[in-house]
């Protein structure tokens, strides 16, 4: 029974592994989107997500909490400190001994170093000073790494993204892996790729986060949504950005 069991598991575990979209075969979901939206996005300024990128850079030269420091106080001109930064995240964090997402380390450096409240997520402020940090590295490769000390929340990551859940039973695998470039609904499923958050999604009509997107999809399949900075959420983005390497930064990406 045993063998059995391992048998199936591991029969499981290789078709998984086989549908999987090849380095070559990766594909943004800026392809997937219209002439139009690809024109929004190519022209900063026609692209509406630059103007949270503008109030990004308006907070990032802004004074804060009881230290009264701003974010240039301590990291200077970002087009410099923080270049390349958006690409390594989700990083790990030892004094929490878990990973951060861009968000959550931006909140960690209002409250440790400048003695300011966390701005609440989907906050337009919050997702502003992400999109205008993550800016800094647009073109650039993605680069999160997985080492040991990451290694257990990429493979929850993982196995979140390949688990069937919700009234549905289907998996984010069974669509971004095994049927990108189908319809569902009119519209076309894209890779899954997440190159450009915070993004502008013209359904939304706003920027939203990464983590916004993923409880989207999981309502759309009948699951309970994770909480936001859920441990769980932070995984799938790890598991999802290292998904997505060497594929360059497009934030502030624009979609439909």
């Known amino acids: 029974m045993r063998v059995l069991v391992l048998a199936v598991v591991t029969a499981t575990v290789v078709a998984a592994a086989a549908a999987e979209i ?3 075969d990766r594909r943004s979901g800026y392809d997937f989107s219209g002439p139009e939206t690809r024109a929004m996005q190519d022209d900063d300024t026609a692209n ?7 109030q990004g850079e308006t907070l990032w030269a802004r004074k804060a909490g009881a230290a009264d420091r701003s974010c240039a106080d301590c990291h ?13 995240y989700p990083a790990f964090d030892p004094a929490l001994a878990r990973p ?19 701005l609440a997520w989907e906050s337009e402020d919050l997702l502003a000073l992400t999109a205008f940090i993550a800016h800094q590295s647009r073109g650039l490769p993605i680069t999160v790494q997985t080492d040991a000390e990451l290694r257990p929340f990429f ?35 894209p890779q899954g790729h997440p190159t450009g958050y915070p993004v502008y999604r013209l359904e939304w009509q706003s920027l939203g986060s990464l983590q916004r997107r993923l409880r989207n999809c999981m309502i759309g ?3 309970e949504p994770y ?6 959420a932070v995984a799938l983005e790890l598991y999802l950005m290292e998904r997505t390497h060497g594929m360059p930064i497009e934030t502030p990406a624009v979609r439909p």
Not at 80 to 85: P, Y
Not at 165 to 180: K, T
């Open 48 to 54: 509406p997500g630059m103007l949270g990128v503008l």
């Open 76 to 88: 200077g001109d970002p087009r410099t400190s923080m270049k390349g930064v958006a690409a390594r």
């Open 155 to 189: 493979d929850l990551g993982g196995e979140l993204f390949h688990r069937r859940q919700g009234q549905l039973n289907l998996s984010c695998s069974q669509c971004h892996d095994d049927n990108w470039g189908k319809r569902l609904a009119g519209a076309v499923i």
């Open 22 to 24: 090849t380095p070559g």
């Open 227 to 232: 909480e936001y900075g859920a441990p769980e």
């Open 100 to 118: 951060l997402d861009l968000e959550e380390r931006i909140n960690r450096c209002r409250s440790e170093h400048q003695g300011a409240e966390p």
């Open 221 to 223: 399949v009948r699951a």
